[in-house]
């Protein structure tokens, strides 16, 4: 019998509805990662995720919890947010008219770091909602300096 590739680690946990959920997030993320061998760059992980989370607490209903999915993958990893909007968030699959955000606002990047940063993003409807999600490759273990002989 052929050997069978283990399913991927993969971590699934409410959120309250507040910023309090960010810190917690980026926590799991970088907890999630510390687990792989060859893992994303985490300071990457932690950023994207704190924009997801940040952008599920401020622009949806805040009666319910949020969640976070993260799923290891053999050739990275996967972030996704829930929410109960079904509304696709503006901008995250590519850049709409007038979308750069203007560079005197404090707010606004989110979904251009995001989209620019990751591998891959989008976002899908839920059963309660919708997830938004990026992925992230694996970085390559760097070699030191080669002695000279």
Same mark, same amino acid.
């Not at 507040?18 to 990457?44: K, M, N």
């Not at 709409?96 to 979904?111: A, F, I, K, N, V």
């Not at 995001?114 to 990026?134: D, M, N, P, Q, Y």
């Given at each position: 019998?052929?050997?069978?590739?283990?399913? &991927?680690?993969?971590? !699934?946990?409410?959120? =309250?509805?507040?910023?309090?959920?960010? &810190?917690?997030?980026?926590?799991?993320?970088?907890?999630?990662?510390? *687990?792989?061998?060859? =893992? #994303? /760059?985490?300071?990457?992980?932690?950023?994207? +995720?704190?924009?997801?989370? +940040?952008?599920?607490?401020?622009?949806? *209903?805040?009666? /319910?919890? $949020?969640?976070?999915?993260?799923?290891?993958? &053999? +050739?990275?990893? %996967?972030?996704?947010?829930? /929410?109960?909007?079904?509304?696709? =968030?503006?901008?995250?699959?590519? =850049?709409?008219? /007038?979308?750069? #955000?203007?560079?005197? %606002?404090?707010?606004? !990047?989110?979904? @251009?770091? $995001?989209?620019? @940063?990751?591998?891959?993003?989008?976002?899908?409807? +839920?059963?309660?909602?919708?997830?938004?999600?990026?992925?992230? #490759?694996?970085? #390559?273990? %760097?070699?030191?300096?080669?002695?000279?002989?």
């Amino acid at each position: 019998m052929p050997p069978v590739d283990p399913a &991927p680690a993969s971590w !699934r946990i409410e959120l =309250p509805h507040t910023t309090a959920a960010v &810190p917690i997030a980026r926590a799991l993320v970088r907890t999630a990662l510390s *687990d792989i061998d060859l =893992p #994303p /760059d985490c300071d990457t992980a932690e950023l994207l +995720t704190a924009e997801l989370v +940040t952008n599920a607490v401020e622009h949806t *209903d805040g009666r /319910d919890p $949020i969640e976070l999915v993260v799923e290891l993958l &053999p +050739t990275g990893c %996967q972030v996704e947010v829930h /929410d109960h909007d079904p509304e696709p =968030p503006g901008g995250l699959t590519g =850049p709409g008219p /007038d979308t750069m #955000p203007d560079p005197w %606002q404090e707010y606004g !990047r989110g979904l @251009l770091l $995001i989209r620019t @940063l990751s591998a891959a993003c989008g976002h899908r409807t +839920t059963e309660h909602g919708k997830a938004v999600w990026f992925t992230l #490759p694996v970085v #390559p273990a %760097q070699s030191g300096p080669t002695p000279r002989s």
